[in-house]
């Protein structure tokens, strides 16, 4: 029997939040997708199996109640308690859009009913956190003015959405069904198609980098950043990524990842070697 680790959740702090990833396994050499530089690609079955437990066993640590983690992919894992979600529709022509079609299929389902903490599997909360409170229905970090970004470029590796954020969905997800936007790049989809877009614009909140703290323009994003950190956003298993969020070899000389984060790395063989 898998042993399963029994926690309570932390009502302060999850109340009225859903826990959400997305991967999606597929041929992407096949599908003609080239992945950007620092995009994930599991072409290892074992690896993203790690990679999922290791998040579910983090999350459940942090207080999640295991029914709060939402994970949607194509095929199936269960590991404490936690038991992925098989979708229905995938997209057929870009790995970066299976997250909008998840949260719009999730959404239609009635299973992402509340607010959402999205992120990447390689994105890990540091730190426990109530919901973020912003404006309108969608919220997102921007890559820094100060590497020459027009403070428009949202990081789509993490977001925080609100249920009311359907409609914005809705009509994103049918644009990208019908290959309306012409890239299959979600960051610069949802730059021009929601930032900068004056019929949902107003809807979208710029959060403080501390809700993503990432490789890209790493010190700006960590000096900006209020502390404490709460989701940090790197390759475990990339040596220079490595050294920067855990052996703080970075131009701050700061450390980001604790030693409790490392423990549950190294559990589940993410980590350098």
Known sequence: ME???RQSGDIKYYDGMKNFMVFVKA????LGVELREGDTDYSDDDKTIRFIKAQIENSIVLGWKPEDIVIATNFNVEYMGVKTHILDEICDYSQFFHKQYAVLELMQKGVLDTNIFYHDLDAFQLEKFE???FDGDWGTCVYPKELGYDGHSCQCGVMYFKPSSVDIFDELVDGMKRKKFGTHDDEVVIRNFVKLNPKYSHRVSVLNTCWNVGMTGFSVRYSTAKKP?????????KQNEWDCMVEGKNDLGVKV???RLIKILKKYNLQVV
């Open 3 to 5: 042993y399963v680790l």
């Open 27 to 30: 041929d992407y050499m096949d």
């Open 131 to 133: 919901f973020p409170k």
């Open 229 to 237: 950190i709460y989701v940090v956003h790197f390759h475990p298993d």
């Open 257 to 259: 990842v604790d030693e």
